[in-house]
């Protein structure tokens, strides 16, 4: 009898590959897929579901008897590793800042990359090697990775990372106050005791408080002042919280009146001077 084997020339490691003959029903088939073949001798004409557990070039050979006569045919196929799908990303991140995702596998720029960096990233998904810029909200996230190579995929490869909130740097500042007289800071943001505390007030001097507050403030000149604060915590610091106390002159003035005056009688007091608006 005449012999065919019907096989595509690649598969994948570990994946299942179609084998059959053209060859009618009715003869007996002794086939072998090599070593490390599952299954590794089947009966019948097929199609065979086979996979191997190694790579390299297997040779398939099909002997078949029929009407007692026997007839031999052998053919290969070259079975290839999956990609790799591993990746580098650093443990923990802030929300909302840019965090660096890098393929580390050895697959090239023209495999096909399937990244999904999960919920509340930006952006949520991409294509290409990378590196990947990508921001989260807070919370733990999962990044998985899939790479297709030569028609052979990798399985999925996961890492977990971190992501912790970014602290507020909202705080109370009173709106007014005299030159050397004391305006009061004090934090009402979210963050907890453990944070550390930035304050900034050019021109001004602390007299009291730290930490989240409340902290007394005076100036020594006239004028809109500015207070700055940058919160840190876990590593993640706030963007600038700023706030304007507009701190004023006292009034300049003198009071004038006669050295004295009789009884019931009346008498003229002057007042004379500046006094800031307010």
């Known amino acids: 009898p005449a012999v065919n084997i ?27 897929f090599g070593a490390g073949a599952t299954p ?53 991140a802030c929300a909302g800042t840019q965090v660096n995702i890098a393929y580390t596998g050895s697959s090239p720029a023209s495999a096909s990359f399937n990244w999904n960096f999960g919920v509340g990233a930006t952006p949520a998904t991409a294509s290409g090697i990378g590196p990947h810029q990508v921001s989260f909200t807070a919370g733990n996230k999962i990044v998985s990775l899939s790479v297709t190579e030569n028609g052979c995929t990798s399985t999925p490869f996961t890492q977990g990372i ?8 909202s705080f109370s500042l009173n709106s ?25 007030y050019p021109g001004g001097t602390l007299l009291i408080g730290s930490g989240s507050g409340p902290l007394q403030i005076s100036w020594s000149s006239a004028g809109v002042k500015t207070v700055s604060l940058v919160v840190t915590e876990n590593g993640c610091s706030s963007t600038g919280g700023t706030a304007n106390v507009t701190v004023n002159s006292p009034a300049v003035f003198s009071i004038s009146s006669p050295g004295y005056a009789g009884v019931g009688m009346p008498a003229t007091i002057t007042y004379s001077g500046t006094q800031p608006a307010g």
Do not use: D, E, R
């Open 176 to 200: 007014a106050t005299c030159v050397n007289s004391a305006a009061t800071a004090n934090y009402t943001g979210s963050a907890g005791a453990g944070a550390s505390f930035a304050w900034s």
């Open 40 to 92: 590794a001798s089947p009966v019948g004409n097929g199609p065979h579901s086979v996979s191997w557990l190694a790579t390299g070039t297997k040779t398939i050979s099909l002997s078949a008897t029929q009407n007692g006569c026997t007839a031999n045919a052998s053919s290969t196929i070259a079975v290839q590793a999956l990609p790799g799908a591993s990746f580098s990303l650093p443990a923990t």
């Open 162 to 169: 971190s992501i912790s909130p970014s602290p507020t740097a």
């Open 6 to 32: 019907s096989l595509p020339a690649t598969a994948c490691i570990g994946a299942n590959t179609s084998i059959s003959t053209g060859m009618a029903a009715g003869a007996t088939y002794s086939w072998n």
